[in-house]
């Protein structure tokens, strides 16, 4: 029988896109169900490997040539079992932080696309060393033509929480136009426009700054939203880049196409208050 606390471990489940990780879905129900909180030991070798010091022959040579140590002693044995939750490794003196799930935040570039795979463009995955890739997918997705912060995760129930329409995660964008709004467009913006087409936009936040661009704050994520809203005012949009989702503020030493792990500090201002 399944405990009601044992429920964290089914809902990952379910939030989990069911081709590429059902496996790993399977393994935290297991992990939840089994123990709660504790996760099962794993082989060193596997452990770097997932922490991406490298691939799993490269971090093999590592723990061979006695790079690795377990609780502050070398150890030359890969297959070496190891508790993430306890046991401190690290490499070349370096202590490596272990993970469940993996984060990362990707400055996305003009041209590819929100997509695990595609015959005809590039994708957002593909930026990612295949050996990173298994079980990866986008929060959301970021237009073709649209640069800027594009989380990428294997945390199902993260995704759900932030992308969830009844949580109204803030997303901020800058913005070069062409043409001259509306004198009144702030205030159309923050009183909630209705499109064209009848599309009811919630109140937004629009921001004039100082070199021309603006900054635009929405609450939901309507298709081309951004673009449709600033030419409901007057002028089209030219270049649009995410620099925000909810607490995370896009790095701005990541060039184009690079990517890094979020901080905890990050994943921390990510999560809802009221938890997962």
């Known amino acids: 029988m ?15 896109p069911i081709v590429q990780n059902a496996k790993k879905a399977l393994y ?8 709660g909180d504790k996760m099962p030991k794993m082989r060193l070798d596997k452990l770097l490997s997932h922490l991406n010091c490298g691939s799993r022959k490269e ?15 070398a150890e030359r044995d890969p297959a070496a079992k190891v508790d993430p939750d306890a046991d401190r490794v690290s490499l070349d003196g370096r202590e490596q932080t272990y993970r469940a799930q993996r984060y990362y935040m990707l400055n996305k570039p003009v041209g590819v696309i929100t997509a695990s795979r595609d015959e005809r463009h590039g994708t957002v995955l593909e930026l990612f060393p295949e050996s990173l890739r298994r079980g990866l997918f986008a929060v959301g997705r970021l237009d073709k033509d649209t640069e800027g912060l594009l989380l990428v995760t294997d945390d199902g129930a993260l995704s759900h929480a932030l992308m969830s329409p009844s949580r109204h995660v803030s997303k901020v964008y800058e913005a070069e136009l062409d043409g001259m709004l509306v004198p009144d467009a702030a205030e159309r913006f923050g009183a ?10 919630r109140p937004a ?14 609450h939901e994520g309507k298709y081309h939203q951004v673009k449709r809203m600033i030419a409901a005012c007057g002028a089209t949009v030219t270049f649009l880049k995410r620099v925000q989702l909810g607490g995370v503020r896009l790095d701005e030493s990541l060039a184009p196409g690079e990517f890094r792990e979020l901080t905890e500090e990050e994943l921390g201002a990510l999560r809802p208050p009221d938890g997962l």
């Open 192 to 201: 909630g426009l209705t499109l064209r087409d009848g599309t009811v936009c």
């Open 28 to 35: 935290y129900i297991q992990y939840s169900i089994g123990g």
């Open 205 to 218: 936040l629009l921001e004039l700054l100082p070199d021309g661009r603006v900054r635009v704050t929405l």
């Open 2 to 16: 399944v405990s009601i606390g044992n429920f964290r471990g089914i809902a990952l489940f379910l939030y989990f």
């Open 59 to 73: 971090v093999q040579s590592f723990i061979r040539a006695g790079r690795v140590a377990v609780n502050g002693t």
